[in-house]
């Protein structure tokens, strides 16, 4: 985590999300990651927070070899790659990853796959020209499904658009007003 993170929830609740890892060593018992004080052998697959997976994968041991191999979480694999691909504002990140770009730009910094950078790049833009349209006009029936499939970030921009709209409407309100108003003599 940056220091810049440090204190913001919506990153360190993106750190805890589950990411599958591939032991390159054995780890003893005594290290517990599996909760039952079992040994976890070379070539074993467990799902670690993410927080917790980077820093093993940081880690290099005396022989130049990595402790574990870190791959991509089902939020980010082939299947979600591809439906972001044909129908960015179809996906339901909140069923994926609450804080999908967020941890998604996080793995980036860890994971190797360039494909991802640019898929998560034009999700986001196709994604956030629905978002504005529909945080300036508000909301019916249809695009409150639209709107149930947003991350957390998204969510966000959608109020800051609403709070923009509304300020918006109360500013040419209050200046359409002063332009009929007479003084009475």
Sequence with gaps: MENDEYYDIDSILAEYTKIPCIFQQDIDAEANLTGDLTDIPQGSRIELPFWLAKAFAQLTMESNQQLLQI??????????????EASPSTVDYRLLCPFFYLF????????????????????????????????QSGTNGMESDFLQKLDETEKGLFKTGQESATQLRHWYNKKL????YKPLK
């Design 177 to 180: 007003f002063s332009l009929d």
């Design 71 to 84: 791959e991509l979480p089902k939020a980010f694999n082939a299947r979600v790659r591809n439906a972001l």
């Design 104 to 135: 998604g730009n996080k793995l980036l910094d860890l994971v190797v796959f360039p494909e991802l950078g640019r898929v998560l790049e034009r999700a986001f833009k196709t994604r956030l020209r629905n978002i504005m349209d529909y945080s």
